[in-house]
């Protein structure tokens, strides 16, 4: 009886020191495309992306009040920049998709109510861009393609994650993705002659705000 006992305060010890560690949310940011790593007179993805929105699904696991470990499930999407305007060729659309899975490790400065933090990210990036150009000229000019590509990549954080509650926190903070180089890939043979990705590099900086749940 008196084991019974034992075990049933010892797996309710457990459940509460759980509950306290691990934490399920989301975020939105504003993410801002960069021509980090390239030259002044090289195409960047700045040239040829706007400013775009992303959201994302993330969890927090604190190996102790310094020290924590998580992950991120994300979405971002980007309209392609006035670099694409060819309006007296014709109409052209460009778009920037990314889907990003990473794990993260993060440590915090401090363990009060507002912890500062500084956090590394590492995964993958799943991208998708497409332009779509349909010519008005005499002879059809019209390209169409959506390159899609797996590439690794890391994203240093720098926030604040206050405790709102014993529960709740809220997280803030800017991340910066670096990714590995595309492959600017030239279709001499195709009727017109086209250059898939030519920025080649797709470095972006966010500013994030989210909240995290107790589980």
């Not at 002044?40 to 020290?67: C, H, P, T």
């Not at 043979?189 to 749940?213: C, R, V």
Request: charged content about 15%.
């Amino acid at each position: 009886m008196r084991l019974s006992a034992i075990l049933l305060l010892f797996v309710l010890f457990i459940s509460h020191t759980v509950a306290q560690d691990y934490f399920l949310g989301g975020k939105i940011g504003y993410s801002f495309p960069t021509n980090i790593g390239r030259s002044s007179d090289e195409l960047g993805f700045k040239d040829v992306a706007e400013n775009g929105w992303q959201a994302a699904i993330m969890g927090k696991w604190f190996y102790n009040e310094r020290l924590s470990l998580g992950c991120d499930l994300g979405y971002q999407l980007q309209d392609g920049s006035d670099f694409w305007n060819v309006q007296q060729y014709g109409e052209v659309s460009a778009s920037y998709q990314t889907i990003r899975l990473l794990a993260n490790g993060t440590y915090y400065f401090s363990h009060d109510e507002v912890r500062p933090y500084i956090g590394l990210s590492f995964g993958a990036y799943y991208m998708m861009n497409t332009i779509d150009f349909a010519s008005n000229g005499l002879t059809n000019q019209s390209v169409k393609y959506t390159a899609k590509v797996w590439k690794p990549g890391v994203a240093p954080q720098l926030g604040l994650l206050v405790e709102l509650s014993k529960k709740t926190m809220l997280d803030i903070h800017v991340q910066m993705d670096i990714i590995t180089n595309m492959q600017a890939i030239y279709y001499p043979d195709a009727e017109p002659d086209y250059t898939e990705n030519p920025h080649e590099k797709q470095n972006q900086i966010s500013i994030n705000i989210g909240l995290l749940f107790g589980l």
